[in-house]
RNA sequence: GGGGCCGUAGCUCAACUUGGUUAGAGCGUCGGACUGUCGAUCCGAAGGUUGAGGGUUCGAGUCCCUUCGGCCUCGCCA
């Protein structure tokens, strides 16, 4: 076999006159009745091969018979290119490698998409084959960056102490959170395994072991609906250090990201990270991960308009809601028909509409102008801060429906008129989730982290009487508008944890048979610990500036959980049913 | 579980408002021409169960129902 002495992208005028060996597949040929030209691509460019009829007439016939990705093995000399055929938007351009030996591995059926011009081709296309699209250069500079950030973030942690620690994929179900994976067992008919959702427990109890600086890399499962944001599996990195408090944490993941902005992308992000608390981040933004690249806060006006003449802002008023909303700076140049389109557009958060109104140079105007004193205008006006030209728009509701409309509105808004910085970022943490949020439809308990947070000590006393006011101990790291990950401080007191449990509805016994060993280890010399993970497929999309994080996935599923590639889930033969103990019902 | 968009040649799309003859184009593929191109060019050809099934109609790519699949979104995602 022909060995490989260069990549592609490797010749240049420096190597004239050497004898080369490159590997890889058929860009595109051209084939002018004498001279064949192939672009030969691997995974880091493109070259020119040429073969000439005179200087071996065999070969040249069987290189006019190869067609787009064929996979190919090439020596030859590189040569200069004749005067005026050099060609400048390639990188290997102004030389080419003459051909003096061919060997064809493998000729490819006709592509089913043009790799190197896919044009808008679909995900579903091109995940079916997905081995013709990561050929395409643009794709596999993903997987080599995610490659690069991956590396960074283990030599850190490897550098700072850490030991990687794998845990296991095979484990229990837990009620609490997303909905698991289960994997039936052969050995135990009638049980089940579950996929975790995340190493929490255990490295908690590697944590109560004495690992003490533990970090991962490592997949989670969540079988949950997917989302371009959201993949039933997912990797996360993962870690946790003991005899540590939040500022550890934080301070550790800090460094971290920005060893990877630095050694990724040659940026500097400037430490320590701007922090704000999860109220403020409702209060300002209407989300616990708000984009910082521009400004267009949430107001709130319920004071201002809480005796106007719109019934529908008193009502709400009224009612114990409020009236909140967005200035739009150069907003007011919208017409008619877009502010329209942003009130239809904000109705699929829930939100049975927005009023609306413009501050031109001649005073209000437009949507709700009219039914506002000069004085509210003016109270409104000095809210905001606003300026002439502006577009105000306002949502009236119980405050809890307002939050994802506005925050939504807020950055569609943004993206409208041009306000975001694309090559910004701009990372904070957002900190103390309070440890309950209490679901507005039927009432009862849940929690922004999981059950493990644990509380300010001062707000442990408002657990039981206002679990939603007491905060705990967590940081989510958010890039952009986007949740990077989280964590918190542990419960190491097993009492403590006891009772955060029986406020979410388990009695002893339930604690003991779903989380014993979590109880029992933090009995026997539970040190202080505290970790955090990151979700990498989303790090990796945020500092490659993609928003599907399948593209940063190698063979990721579909929104029905589907594998484009090996069509899973498929169903399995009755004998493999049968060992398991499983029988199917008739779907109804 | 709810709402929405979509499915026509290998790929990307057209065939309209209002159902009407033989479903078109570009790229790709195949054949031919051409000795310096580089998204080669020129000439020619092949290529379709309009995702699948059913219905309405004299007639369905087009309308209706069911179903499969893709995408967005609410819920969900401790």
Same mark, same amino acid.
């Given at each position: ?29 051209r ?15 493109i ?9 071996n %007439? ?5 290189a006019s ?5 064929s996979c ?21 351009g102004m ?6 030996e061919?060997e ?11 790799v190197?011009?896919?044009g808008?081709v ?7 084959y ?14 080599q ?8 973030? #283990? ?27 289960l ?25 109560v ?10 997949k989670?499962?969540?079988?949950e609906?997917?989302r371009?944001?959201?993949? %039933? ?8 250090m003991?005899?540590?408090d939040?500022d550890?944490?934080?301070e550790?993941?800090?460094?971290a ?9 040659? #940026? ?5 990270? %701007?922090t ?13 991960? !708000? ?31 409020c ?10 140049k919208?017409?008619r028909g ?5 009130v239809?557009?904000?109705?699929q958060?829930?939100l049975?509409?927005l ?13 709700? @102008? ?7 205008? =003016?109270?409104i ?26 925050a939504?509105? $807020?950055?569609? @808004? ?19 989730a !309070? ?12 929690f ?6 644990t509380?300010y ?16 101990k ?8 986007v ?30 048979e ?5 109880? $029992?280890?933090? $009995?026997?010399?539970?040190?202080p610990? @505290?970790?955090?993970?990151? =979700? ?8 490659l500036?993609?928003e ?15 594998c ?13 049913l049968?060992?398991l103990?499983?029988?199917? $019902?008739?779907?109804?």
């Amino acid at each position: 076999m022909l060995k490989r002495t260069h990549y592609c992208e490797e010749p240049r005028e420096t190597d004239i006159g050497r004898t080369v060996a490159v590997s890889g597949w058929v860009a595109n040929w051209r084939d002018h009745g004498g001279v064949v030209f192939i672009d030969l691509r691997d995974r880091t460019g493109i070259v020119q091969v040429v073969f000439n009829p005179e200087e071996n %007439p065999e070969m040249h016939t069987r290189a006019s018979k190869l067609r787009s990705e064929s996979c190919i093995s090439v020596s030859g000399e590189v040569s200069q290119r004749p005067e005026g055929m050099e060609n400048p938007d390639l990188p290997t351009g102004m030389v080419e490698i003459v051909a003096g030996e061919l060997e064809v591995h493998n000729v490819s059926e006709p592509p089913p998409f043009d790799v190197d011009n896919p044009g808008d081709v679909s995900l579903e296309a091109r995940l079916s084959y997905r081995f013709i699209d990561l050929r395409r250069p643009e794709i596999s500079k993903i997987f080599q960056a995610r490659h690069r950030i991956f590396q960074v973030f #283990r030599r850190f942690f490897d550098e700072n102490g850490f030991l990687e620690v794998e845990t296991p994929y095979l484990t229990k179900s837990t009620p609490e959170g997303a909905r698991d994976f289960l994997v039936p067992s052969r050995l135990s008919p009638g049980s089940f395994y579950a996929l975790p959702q995340s190493p929490q427990l255990f490295k908690q109890t590697l944590m109560v072991g004495g690992i003490d600086r533990y970090f991962q890399i490592v997949k989670c499962f969540r079988d949950e609906d997917v989302r371009a944001s959201r993949q %039933p599996e997912f990797t996360q990195l993962d870690l946790e250090m003991s005899f540590v408090d939040e500022d550890d944490i934080m301070e550790m993941t800090e460094r971290a990201m920005a060893a990877v902005f630095e050694q990724v992308l040659d #940026r500097e992000i400037s430490l320590p990270l %701007p922090t704000m608390t999860f109220a403020d981040a409702f209060e300002r933004f209407g989300t616990d991960a !708000p984009d910082l690249r521009f400004g267009m806060e949430l107001k709130d006006i319920s004071a201002v308009v809480a005796d106007c003449e719109f019934r529908v802002f008193k009502n709400a008023v009224d009612e114990g809601g409020c009236v909140r909303g967005i200035c739009v700076p150069g907003g007011a140049k919208m017409t008619r028909g877009e502010i329209d389109g942003l009130v239809e557009w904000v109705k699929q958060f829930n939100l049975p509409g927005l009023a609306w109104f413009k501050l031109e140079e001649n005073g209000p105007s437009g949507g709700v @102008a009219k039914f506002f004193s000069d004085a509210e205008i =003016g109270a409104i006006r000095q809210k905001f801060d606003a300026r002439t030209g502006s577009l105000f728009l306002f949502a009236a509701a119980r405050r809890q429906k307002t939050h994802l409309p506005l925050a939504q509105l $807020r950055c569609h @808004a943004a993206a409208k008129m041009g306000m975001i910085p694309e090559d910004e970022f701009e990372l904070c943490w957002v900190v103390d989730a !309070p440890a309950f949020e209490r679901v507005e439809e039927s009432g009862h308990l849940t929690f922004p982290h999981h059950p493990f947070t644990t509380p300010y000590p001062e707000d442990v006393g408002l657990l039981e009487e206002e679990p939603t006011r007491a905060r705990t101990k967590s940081y989510d790291l958010v890039l952009n508008g986007v949740e990077l990950g989280g964590g918190s401080v542990r419960i190491s007191d097993p009492e403590l944890q006891m009772k955060i449990f029986s406020i979410l509805g388990y009695n002893q016994e339930e604690v003991e048979e779903r989380f014993g060993f979590l109880m $029992r280890a933090l $009995r026997h010399g539970a040190p202080p610990h @505290a970790g955090i993970a990151l =979700g990498l497929d989303r790090v990796v999309g945020k500092l490659l500036g993609i928003e599907d994080i399948r593209e940063t996935i190698a063979f990721p599923k579909t929104q029905r959980g589907m594998c484009m590639l090996t069509k899973a889930p498929t169903r399995v033969d009755d004998q493999q049913l049968k060992d398991l103990g499983i029988a199917l $019902r008739e779907s109804e």
